[in-house]
């Protein structure tokens, strides 16, 4: 018999609260995805905005506010009722603690709450295996490329759970090199797409801004230096016009700087990830994370990896970012893979930092709690 788990799944490890409901076939053997029934999500962005950036306290205060009614929405919208649930997933780490705490202080409280197990599901994981909710879903194996706000690394993906890490930025993840950037620019936070709609207007190669650690040899990236000559940059280009800021320069000019700043991001990221595809390899690879939204890296990768043969895939745009649903789904593949299993252990902690590669495989029957 077909045997269908409901898996709620709560996200908030950052300034996003996401909750979705995700079905999946449990059963040994079952191959078929797990299948999106609702999700709901509530961005703390313009909270944060007047700081320039996330305060950890308010994104704490905030979740508390918004992950019930959220729960509520989504149960609603799927049609089902809590005492429906068969698993309540929720956001481990890396992230906030305080924020991280929030989702699995709920979700542990409404699993002893409704006598449900519970699990803790990995950040980045969700993010890795986004795209399996897309409607053009990839095979394992596969390279992942992780870029979002805190994290950027090149991942070989043998199958669920199965992560090797490949190359890692050894200083600021490329959504940070946008942000940053886009700050220096005097965009408001996040500045990654906002610098990224400017780029559609301006010159990729109207300043010659360095391509870090192109050359390495290895896989790994670095754009902390890069912020510095985007800084450098738009101070020459303020002494030159003689105006008070960079606001104040004529918008042809931020337009060039900020397509400028893109290209030299984009090429990074393009041609370590196609060196990825080499030494592994594998012919396929998955983009994730917010950065992943961008249009001209997913035009660049698209066209590169066209030219050989390898198949790109992407999360839906608007789970690109933080959200419920790729924490549900991340619960749903790792129980119907046999890996993991939920738990009626109650008593949680959260993990801030915890490297993805740290999740081995844990066999079923052994210890549900990573
Ligand atoms: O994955 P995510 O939601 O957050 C973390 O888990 O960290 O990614 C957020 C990051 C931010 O740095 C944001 O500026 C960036 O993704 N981002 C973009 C775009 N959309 C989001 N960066 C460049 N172009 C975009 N279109
Ligand atoms: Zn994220």
Redesign the pocket.
């Known amino acids: 018999m077909v045997q269908k788990t409901l898996v709620l799944g709560i996200e908030s ?2 300034d ?1 609260t996401g909750v979705a409901l995700v079905r999946a076939q449990t059963q040994p053997g079952a191959t078929a995805l797990p299948e999106l029934l609702a999700h709901a999500l509530h961005s703390q962005i313009s909270m944060h905005q007047a700081y320039g950036g996330v305060v950890p306290e308010l994104a704490s205060r905030d979740h508390i506010r918004r992950v019930v009614p959220l729960a509520q929405e989504v149960l609603a919208s799927a049609h089902c009722a809590l005492a429906d649930l068969d698993v309540i997933a929720y956001t481990r780490g890396p ?1 906030l603690a305080g924020a991280l705490l929030v989702g699995a202080g709920v979700a542990c409280a409404l699993g002893a709450a409704l006598d449900k197990p519970v699990l803790g599901v990995h ?2 994981e969700g ?1 890795l295996l986004s795209p399996f909710l897309s409607a053009d879903a990839p095979q394992f194996p596969f390279v992942a490329l992780l ?5 950027t690394q090149l991942m070989q993906v043998q199958g669920v759970g199965h992560y090797q890490l490949l190359g890692e930025s050894i200083d600021d ?4 090199a ?2 940053k950037s ?1 700050k220096l620019m005097g965009l408001a936070y ?4 906002l ?2 709609a400017m780029a559609t207007q301006g010159n990729p190669r109207a300043f010659a801004l360095p391509r870090p650690l192109l050359h390495s040899g290895n896989l790994d990236f670095s754009f902390a230096g890069l912020k510095t000559a985007v800084l450098v940059q738009g101070q020459k280009l303020v002494a030159g016009a003689g105006v008070a800021q960079f606001s104040d320069l004529p918008q042809q000019q931020q337009c060039d700087l900020a397509a400028s700043t ?1 290209a030299a991001i984009v090429e990074v990221l393009v041609k370590k990830s196609l060196a990825a595809l080499k030494q592994t390899g594998l012919q396929r690879l998955v983009v994730a ?3 992943g ?3 001209s ?1 997913r035009q660049q990768l698209n066209q590169e990896c066209g030219k050989r043969g390898v198949r790109v895939h992407y999360p839906e745009f608007a789970l ?3 959200n419920g649903a790729m924490i549900a789904m991340a619960a749903a593949m790792r129980l119907q893979s046999g890996l993991q299993q939920a738990s009626r252990h109650y008593a949680f902690d959260v993990k801030p930092r915890w490297p993805l590669d740290a999740i081995a495989p844990i066999p079923a029957g052994a210890s549900s709690a990573l």
Do not use: Y
């Open positions: 490890s950052c996003e992230g950040h980045l993010h870029v979002s706000g805190g994290h993840a490329a959504g940070e946008f942000d886009a996040p500045g990654g797409p610098l990224a893109q994370g917010g950065v939204a961008n249009q890296l690109c970012t933080d």
